[in-house]
């Protein structure tokens, strides 16, 4: 059974950073990919980013230039660096893995940027 574990989340005023941390309970490049997603109230849930096990990534249009994705396998954890946050950007952020016909989701942070 994997397991993810979020934290980061939190409230921030327009223009600022916030990182976002999900610890894996197994190697994060063991996946087939891992990725940050997120809701709002309302709306349905959306990727933001990607990282593969080859390492390579991508992003939603609405968050390129400023959000990062990254990942550390010695400490299991996948990281999403947000910069220049935007009230748009309010949600609960979740972090999935995707391994084989299998989904793992973990069980959300909530970002909230204030304008």
């Known amino acids: 059974q994997v397991q993810l574990v979020e934290s980061g989340g939190g409230l921030v005023q327009a223009g600022g950073s916030l990182r976002l941390s999900c610890a894996a309970s197994?190697?994060?490049?063991?996946?087939?990919?891992m990725g940050w997603y997120r809701q709002a109230p309302g709306k349905q849930r959306e990727l933001v980013a990607s990282?593969?096990?080859?390492?390579?990534?991508g992003y939603t249009d609405s968050v390129k230039g400023r959000f990062t994705i990254s990942g550390d396998s010695a400490v299991n954890t996948v990281y999403l660096q947000m910069n220049n946050l935007k009230p748009e950007d309010t949600a609960v952020y979740y972090c999935?893995?995707?391994?084989?016909?299998?989904?793992?989701w973990g069980q959300g942070t909530q970002v909230t940027v204030s304008s």
């Open positions: 990282i593969a096990s080859s390492a390579i990534t």
């Open positions: 999935k893995a995707h391994y084989g016909p299998n989904d793992y």
């Open positions: 197994r190697n994060i490049f063991s996946f087939n990919y």
